[in-house]
Structure formats: structure tokens, C-alpha cells
């Protein structure tokens, strides 16, 4: 979320792309946000689409509090109009709290169209270079790899571009992001965007703003950022919480009602993505390397049998099988059956069926049973990093709920992000107390060359070395490593030739 935020707050210099490439961060970080979403129009298109449902949320909530008379709709009871409980003339009539949630939110829109318009003034210069330097068109990024739009920008430049240097430019602050965490130097039990953010903003944006400011006023300036920021989240909180819950309810309410199965799908948590992302990985490859785990990490859990759930669940979707099957039959005897017979509390049949429709595919399962759960955890571990303790201990039901950790119901992994957004202001002044530890993490972790960049992402010659010696520890700095040569492997030959001094034997991306 952030950094598509600071995306579109970047200005553009003509002439980024005329002089030392790694010098232009915020190009780079542009050509990026440009190839992830695969040309102009998209990147238009998603923005001019999410100010539209803004708007369309923000009607629909004054909708239901003001024109829709809700308690009377409750209380019907025979065949009436929609229309007889809307009163539109209502729509605008407006207490104190929507008073402050509309200026809210026409501030919101404003800036947010504001952004749209330099968005276009920046992405248009971005479409040209990419259309007219590169020859690349907006057509053709689908099927054209990061890697070949590095090897033209070194065409274009007539110098070898170090795709790394590329990389670690781009995710410089997420690097920094994913080590405070790694080192559980801030340490959050659940992590939404609105906190993610919230510490990119406070934290790291601050720390890096290539002011000349001493160490001890940098701590003071961010301290005071999270304090503040922390306030202006408890102030417009209430404002936050009534769109995210109307917009989860409108997002996920059809697909859970239509298809209850997705209740029982899991996803990997915000938490467990920064735990299980290598650094100097682009998001694209990353999203790409979790998508290869899913099946797997649903075999894993599936392999751990609990009877009792199992027959439970046998016995709920036989007796609810078996009114449905009454249920229908009686209906195709006399169709009206389904409207005008009621059961309990004037619930009609059809209603009763479609609840008996929705248990039965919920409970109706299927459990596999075929492997040993250490087989998956192995065939995991080779798209994440995961210590060799984990994967011995894998066949434990203990290991299994450190997993589950990590991997948790789509539903429950909603609710925790309502709940834990609510909080955000209180956590957020509690990491205030902790700038001491965290600039002095950061400080102490920046790396002494060109780029600044964190020291735990740094690719450099003594790596090189452990690596080829074979003499390193396995942990994620090497993973990461290990990683990104299997993605440019051009580049570890470069540098190869590069430390036997022959660099003129190789070019570094060859399309």
C-alpha cells in the first residue's frame, strides 16, 4: 500500500534517465511501479477504479443510515415495495458525525484525485521512455521480463546496469522493513496495512530524508512523527473503521454467501509475507514464488486427521442431506411449498434450504490422508526458507500450529485486521517509546557503500566468497542470496568474472 502511495507522490526530472542511473531513485522506483503494473492505462484505470468505489461506499453507507429505513424493512410481513421504505430526500441529512465523516472524505477524494492528475503528468514521461528509449510497448510488458527491461536500459545507456544495484534501489526501504522485523526489533503480533504504512511513513521515510541532521535529532523528529501520527489515527479512526467494515462486508459478503467453502480458505498473513520474502526480491517474484506453496500448505494441514471433526462433520451433512433431499422433493409436488409453508419463526422452506445448502457444503470436506506431513513440508521448504528444525518436527501437531501461525483462515485473518486497525493508534505510541533501539538498529545496519542500502541485504564480495567456499551459514541473508541468483544468474557469472578480474569477458544482462 505505501508504495504505491509514495508512487504516486514522486515528481519527475527530465533528465533522471540522462545521467548516473542509480542516482535517480525515484525514476527507477517509477520504471518498477510501471512494468508490476503492466503499462499506463492499468495504472490509471486501478486508480480512477478505486476513487469510484470510494465514492460509491461512501453514497451507499449514507444510503443505508439515512434513506433506508432499515427497522420498518425488518417487520414485514406480507408482499410489499422496495420504494415504500426508501426516502431519498434524507439522503443528505446530516448529525455531527457525518458532518466530520463528509469533510473527511472529500478531503480524502481531493487528494486523491490530486494524485491521480500527477500520477498521469509522471507515468505519461515513464509510457515514453519505456515506448521510445526501450522500444518496449505497454502491449508487450505481459510477456517481458524484469531482466530484459534492465538489458535494454543498458543498451539504451551503453553501460552494464547491475541489476542488484536495480533491485536493492527499488526495495530499499522494504529491506530495512523486513530486517527491524527479522530481528523482532519491532515486534507486532498482526501487521495490516494502515501499520505498515504508518511505520514506512513515521520511521524510515523520516530516517531517510537525506537531511544532514544529527542521529539524536533524527530519534527526536521521529518520535514526535509517530506521536502525532498516532493521534491523527485515534481522531479519524472512527472514519477508517466504518469503511473498512463496509467495504470487507461488500467485498466478501457475496463470494462466503455464494460459495461458503471459502470460509475454510486459507491465506498466508501480512506478518508471515515479510517473514517468508527474501530480500532484494521484487514483489512480483515474490507473489510468484508463495503462489507455487499454496496446495502444499493446504496438503500439510489436511494430512493432520482428526476424527472426531470428521465424524461430526459426517453425521451435520448426512441429517442436513437429508432434509434437503425432502425439502425438494416436496417442491417439485407443488412448487409453492418453498414460499408459503413455514417452519419456525416464519421462516419459509426456501430459506431453510438454502441455510441446509450452505452447512452441507460447508461441512462436506475432504480430508487427504496419503503422506506423512513432513513430505509437504519438504517440498515447501523449497520455495521458503524454513530452519531444519521446523522441517524435523514438521510431523508434530506443535509445528503444525506454528504453521497455522503463519497460514490462517481468510475469515479470521479479516476479523484480525479490523481488530488490530482499531489498535493502530495505541500501538503505534507504544513504538514511540522504542525509537531509541530502533534508529540505533537501523543506523548500525547501514551498509558503507553507494546505495546506503541495509546491510543484511548487501550482496557483497565477502558473501561472494562464503559462497563459493562453501563455507556459510544458512540463514535468510544467504536464502536470499542463493535466490536471486537462481533469478539472474547472468549477473553471478558477471560478478564471478568480476572477482578473477575479467569483466570484459561478460556482460551482465544479455536479453
Same mark, same amino acid.
Given at each position: !500500500?505505501?508504495?504505491?502511495?509514495?508512487?504516486?507522490?514522486?515528481?519527475?526530472?527530465?533528465?533522471?534517465?540522462?545521467?548516473?542511473?542509480?542516482?535517480?531513485r525515484k525514476f527507477i522506483k517509477q520504471l518498477y511501479f510501471y512494468y508490476k503494473h503492466k503499462g499506463l492505462n492499468n495504472i490509471l484505470l486501478s486508480q480512477i477504479i478505486n476513487i469510484l468505489i470510494s465514492i460509491f461506499l461512501f453514497i451507499l453507507i449514507l444510503f443505508l443510515f439515512n434513506s433506508l429505513n432499515i427497522t420498518k424493512l425488518l417487520k414485514v410481513s406480507d408482499y410489499n415495495k422496495l420504494s415504500n421504505f426508501i426516502?431519498?430526500? #434524507?439522503?443528505?441529512?446530516?448529525?455531527?458525525?457525518?458532518?466530520?465523516?463528509?469533510?473527511?472524505?472529500?478531503?480524502?477524494?481531493? &487528494?486523491?484525485?490530486?494524485?491521480? &492528475?500527477?500520477?498521469?503528468?509522471?507515468?505519461?514521461?515513464?509510457?515514453?521512455?519505456?515506448?521510445?528509449?526501450?522500444?518496449?510497448?505497454?502491449?508487450?510488458?505481459?510477456?517481458?521480463?524484469?531482466?530484459?527491461? *534492465?538489458?535494454?536500459?543498458?543498451?539504451?545507456?551503453?553501460?552494464? *546496469?547491475?541489476?542488484?544495484?536495480?533491485?536493492?534501489?527499488?526495495?530499499?526501504?522494504?529491506?530495512?522493513?523486513?530486517?527491524?522485523?527479522?530481528?523482532?526489533?519491532?515486534?507486532?503480533?498482526?501487521?495490516?496495512?494502515? !501499520?505498515?504504512?504508518?511505520?514506512?511513513?513515521?520511521?524510515?521515510?523520516?530516517?531517510?530524508?537525506?537531511?544532514?541532521?544529527?542521529?539524536?535529532?533524527?530519534?527526536?523528529?521521529?518520535?514526535?512523527?509517530?506521536?502525532?501520527?498516532?493521534?491523527?489515527?485515534?481522531?479519524?479512526?472512527?472514519?477508517?473503521?466504518?469503511? +473498512?467494515?463496509?467495504?470487507?462486508?461488500?467485498?466478501?459478503?457475496?463470494?462466503?454467501?455464494?460459495?461458503?467453502?471459502? &470460509?475454510?480458505?486459507?491465506?498466508?498473513?501480512?506478518?508471515?509475507? =515479510?517473514?517468508?520474502?527474501?530480500?532484494?526480491?521484487?514483489?512480483?517474484?515474490?507473489?510468484?514464488?508463495?503462489?507455487?506453496?499454496?496446495?502444499?500448505?493446504?496438503?500439510?494441514?489436511?494430512?493432520?486427521?482428526?476424527?472426531?471433526?470428521?465424524?461430526?462433520?459426517?453425521?451435520?451433512?448426512?441429517?442436513?442431506?437429508?432434509?434437503? +433431499?425432502?425439502?425438494?422433493?416436496?417442491?417439485?409436488?407443488?412448487?409453492?411449498?418453498?414460499?408459503?409453508?413455514?417452519?419456525?419463526?416464519?421462516?419459509? %422452506?426456501? =430459506?431453510?434450504?438454502?441455510?441446509?445448502?450452505?452447512?452441507?457444503?460447508?461441512?462436506?470436506?475432504?480430508?487427504?490422508?496419503?503422506?506423512?506431513?513432513?513430505?509437504?513440508?519438504?517440498?515447501?521448504?523449497?520455495? &521458503?526458507?524454513?530452519?531444519?528444525?521446523? %522441517? $524435523?518436527?514438521?510431523?508434530?501437531?506443535?509445528?503444525?500450529?506454528?504453521?497455522?501461525?503463519? @497460514?490462517?483462515?481468510?475469515?479470521?485473518?479479516?476479523?484480525?485486521? *479490523?481488530? @488490530?486497525?482499531?489498535?493502530?493508534?495505541?500501538?503505534? =505510541?507504544? +513504538?514511540?517509546?522504542?525509537?531509541?533501539?530502533?534508529?540505533?538498529?537501523?543506523?548500525?545496519?547501514? #551498509?558503507?557503500?553507494?546505495?546506503?542500502?541495509?546491510?543484511? #541485504?548487501?550482496?557483497?564480495?565477502?558473501?561472494?566468497?562464503?559462497?563459493?567456499?562453501?563455507?556459510?551459514?544458512?540463514?535468510?541473508?544467504?536464502?536470499?542470496? $542463493?535466490?536471486?541468483?537462481?533469478?539472474?544468474?547472468? =549477473?553471478?557469472?558477471?560478478?564471478?568474472?568480476? !572477482?578473477?578480474?575479467?569483466?570484459? $569477458?561478460?556482460? +551482465?544482462?544479455?536479453?
Amino acid at each position: !500500500m505505501w508504495n504505491k502511495i509514495s508512487n504516486s507522490l514522486m515528481f519527475y526530472s527530465e533528465d533522471f534517465y540522462n545521467n548516473d542511473l542509480y542516482k535517480n531513485r525515484k525514476f527507477i522506483k517509477q520504471l518498477y511501479f510501471y512494468y508490476k503494473h503492466k503499462g499506463l492505462n492499468n495504472i490509471l484505470l486501478s486508480q480512477i477504479i478505486n476513487i469510484l468505489i470510494s465514492i460509491f461506499l461512501f453514497i451507499l453507507i449514507l444510503f443505508l443510515f439515512n434513506s433506508l429505513n432499515i427497522t420498518k424493512l425488518l417487520k414485514v410481513s406480507d408482499y410489499n415495495k422496495l420504494s415504500n421504505f426508501i426516502d431519498l430526500h #434524507s439522503l443528505f441529512k446530516f448529525n455531527i458525525f457525518f458532518i466530520c465523516l463528509f469533510v473527511s472524505f472529500v478531503i480524502f477524494i481531493i &487528494i486523491k484525485i490530486a494524485n491521480l &492528475i500527477e500520477l498521469i503528468y509522471n507515468y505519461k514521461k515513464i509510457k515514453e521512455y519505456y515506448n521510445k528509449n526501450l522500444n518496449i510497448k505497454d502491449n508487450e510488458l505481459d510477456y517481458t521480463t524484469w531482466n530484459t527491461i *534492465i538489458s535494454k536500459i543498458s543498451l539504451y545507456n551503453s553501460e552494464d *546496469i547491475d541489476i542488484y544495484k536495480i533491485n536493492s534501489i527499488i526495495l530499499f526501504y522494504e529491506n530495512y522493513f523486513n530486517a527491524l522485523f527479522d530481528n523482532n526489533v519491532i515486534n507486532l503480533y498482526h501487521i495490516t496495512n494502515l !501499520m505498515e504504512w504508518n511505520i514506512h511513513y513515521c520511521i524510515l521515510i523520516k530516517f531517510f530524508d537525506n537531511s544532514t541532521i544529527s542521529l539524536v535529532e533524527k530519534k527526536k523528529d521521529i518520535y514526535l512523527r509517530l506521536r502525532i501520527i498516532s493521534i491523527i489515527n485515534f481522531i479519524f479512526m472512527p472514519f477508517i473503521l466504518v469503511f +473498512i467494515l463496509f467495504y470487507n462486508i461488500f467485498n466478501y459478503g457475496e463470494e462466503f454467501y455464494n460459495k461458503p467453502t471459502l &470460509i475454510l480458505t486459507r491465506i498466508f498473513t501480512k506478518k508471515a509475507q =515479510w517473514k517468508y520474502r527474501y530480500y532484494n526480491e521484487l514483489e512480483h517474484d515474490f507473489d510468484n514464488r508463495l503462489s507455487k506453496i499454496i496446495n502444499d500448505s493446504n496438503n500439510y494441514i489436511n494430512q493432520f486427521k482428526n476424527d472426531y471433526v470428521i465424524s461430526i462433520s459426517k453425521l451435520i451433512v448426512f441429517i442436513c442431506s437429508s432434509f434437503f +433431499i425432502i425439502f425438494i422433493i416436496l417442491s417439485l409436488l407443488n412448487e409453492k411449498i418453498l414460499l408459503y409453508i413455514t417452519i419456525f419463526n416464519n421462516k419459509s %422452506i426456501l =430459506w431453510i434450504i438454502s441455510i441446509l445448502a450452505s452447512l452441507i457444503t460447508l461441512f462436506k470436506s475432504n480430508k487427504l490422508v496419503s503422506s506423512e506431513p513432513k513430505f509437504y513440508i519438504n517440498k515447501i521448504s523449497k520455495h &521458503i526458507y524454513l530452519d531444519d528444525t521446523f %522441517i $524435523e518436527n514438521s510431523n508434530s501437531i506443535e509445528y503444525k500450529k506454528l504453521f497455522l501461525y503463519d @497460514y490462517q483462515y481468510k475469515i479470521v485473518n479479516i476479523i484480525k485486521d *479490523i481488530i @488490530y486497525t482499531i489498535l493502530t493508534p495505541f500501538r503505534l =505510541w507504544l +513504538i514511540a517509546n522504542n525509537v531509541e533501539n530502533i534508529t540505533n538498529f537501523i543506523n548500525a545496519n547501514i #551498509s558503507q557503500n553507494d546505495i546506503h542500502n541495509c546491510k543484511m #541485504s548487501d550482496f557483497d564480495m565477502k558473501l561472494f566468497n562464503y559462497m563459493i567456499n562453501n563455507d556459510y551459514e544458512i540463514n535468510k541473508t544467504t536464502k536470499s542470496f $542463493e535466490y536471486f541468483n537462481e533469478l539472474y544468474p547472468k =549477473w553471478y557469472t558477471y560478478m564471478i568474472n568480476k !572477482m578473477n578480474g575479467h569483466t570484459n $569477458e561478460i556482460k +551482465i544482462n544479455v536479453i
